[in-house]
């Protein structure tokens, strides 16, 4: 069994087995046909190259057809790290379409949804639609028209958007509905560095034509991107390889822990920065026995 190396160090084939895409998704198809259409282009890019094909990617958070923006996909064993999304806030742009004029106290009403609120998902939704409570960080209006107001929304992964506009033209007392709607950040990725889908074939085809990686290395990450803001465990080599063979953590292997509180998602890694799995923390660092790690994904 052979560990994966230093991110920054990885062929091209090591780089797209274990990959990640700051997409920009256009307006029209669904996110999972995005991210079918990179799985097999990058696979048979890998098959041309007489590399070993990936046979799946994976795409964090779901964006309707019409929406656009950030949808990290996630190219081969990096569909593992989707747990990681799980943990992050999300950010919208979104046209507040108002059935009236927009009122004047539009911004302290809005502010006034900060907070925790409840929500039923939508009848097309792909969960239970049961009542929930969702986190909104930061509700803030940019701008106005006569019907319409721009919002920048900062939110718990999974609160509905469209519900929050209903709710929000409810409490104008105009009634509302939600407009265009672009995703800007989803958790450790943002609208800085998005990548459209056509920049990644262009990528692979100078990669396969003219030998030459250096937009590919621009357009995908090494999955270990994916778990930027989640407390990093440092394990020793040994330890690693018994992880790739399904055993948890335990405290011999563990050579640095951060400071977070038991039960919490931790990523642990070889002292080169390469991802060996993510877990629950679980034990006290500094024993000399018994697990400190118990393992949710592993990665290698």
């Given amino acids: 069994m052979v560990l994966r190396g230093p991110p920054d ?10 990959g990640v895409v700051n997409l920009d998704k256009p307006p029209g198809p669904s996110s999972h046909q995005v991210s079918g259409w990179l799985r097999d282009s990058v696979a048979d890019a890998l098959e041309s190259a007489d590399a070993e ?47 009236g004029p927009v009122p004047t106290d539009v911004a302290a009403v809005a502010a006034e949804f900060e907070g925790e609120v409840y929500q039923k998902p939508p009848r097309k939704s ?31 992964s999974g609160t509905y958007v469209r519900k929050l506009c209903h709710d929000l033209g409810l409490a104008l007392g105009t009634g509302a509905h939600m407009g265009d709607l672009r995703r800007t950040a989803t958790e450790p990725f943002d609208d800085r560095d998005l990548h459209a889908a056509t920049d990644l074939l262009d990528a692979l085809a100078y990669w396969l034509e003219d030998d030459d990686p250096t937009r590919l290395y ?35 292997g563990v050579l640095e822990v951060p400071a977070v509180d038991r039960g919490s998602l931790v990523a642990c890694y070889t002292p080169d920065g390469a991802a060996v799995c993510l ?16 393992l949710e994904r592993v990665l290698v």
């Fill in 279 to 294: 877990g629950r923390l679980v034990g006290d660092p500094e024993a000399e026995t018994g697990t400190v790690v118990d």
């Fill in 126 to 156: 792909a969960v239970s639609r049961r009542l929930r409570t969702r986190e909104i960080h930061d509700l803030e209006v940019l701008e106005t028209t006569d019907r319409k107001a721009l919002l920048r929304i900062r939110c718990e």
């Fill in 53 to 99: 094909p990936i046979d799946r990617a994976a795409h964090a958070g779901t964006l309707d057809p019409k929406v656009t923006g950030c949808l990290p996909v996630m190219l081969g064993d990096a569909t593992r790290l989707a747990p990681a999304f799980l943990e992050g806030e999300k950010e919208y742009v979104a046209v507040l379409e108002c059935h």
């Fill in 9 to 18: 160090d990885r062929s091209p084939a090591d780089l797209l087995s274990f």
């Fill in 218 to 252: 621009e357009v995908v990450d090494p999955g270990e991107r994916i778990l930027e803001e989640l407390p990093d465990v440092t394990i020793a080599e040994s330890a690693a390889r018994e992880v790739a063979n399904g055993a948890p953590v335990y405290a011999p």
